[in-house]
């Protein structure tokens, strides 16, 4: 069995910065593309950044570029998202997600559906 737990977020203020995390446990961690999503209240699940599994490739939504650098460390089966600059309309909650490219050798990174497993979120408030 799978499990992903994030963690990292809380209340920051605009202009700070923060350093989310997500461990897996079970499975082969260099075996996923690894996401971040967030979910704002009343707002869809949006697309943040993802890391190809060996980490030679990352992606990352207009919003968060320049500001949000995704990395992975495979001996850890830690993915990290740093986020600077941080701006009120960052806050949401934030999932990390494991995308199995063995079961999707084409998976789309930037497509929540097409992600296997989810960590259970973690809060991250900006304050104006």
């Known amino acids: 069995q799978v499990q992903l737990v994030n963690s990292g977020g809380g209340l920051v203020q605009a202009g700070g910065s923060l350093r989310l995390s997500c461990v897996v446990f079970g499975g082969t961690f260099s075996s996923y593309t690894m996401g971040w999503f967030r979910q704002a209240p009343g707002k869809e699940r949006e697309f943040v950044a993802a890391i190809s599994s060996r980490g030679g490739s990352q992606y990352y939504a207009d919003s968060v570029k320049g500001r949000f650098t995704i990395s992975r460390d495979n001996a850890k089966n830690t993915v990290y998202l740093p986020m600077n600059n941080l701006k009120p309309e960052d806050t949401a909650v934030y999932y990390c997600?494991?995308?199995?490219?063995?079961?999707?050798?084409?998976?789309?990174?930037?497509?929540?559906?097409?992600?296997?497993?989810w960590g259970q979120g973690t809060q991250v408030t900006v304050s104006s």
């Open positions: 997600a494991a995308q199995n490219i063995t079961l999707r050798p084409k998976g789309a990174p930037l497509e929540s559906s097409e992600y296997d497993y």
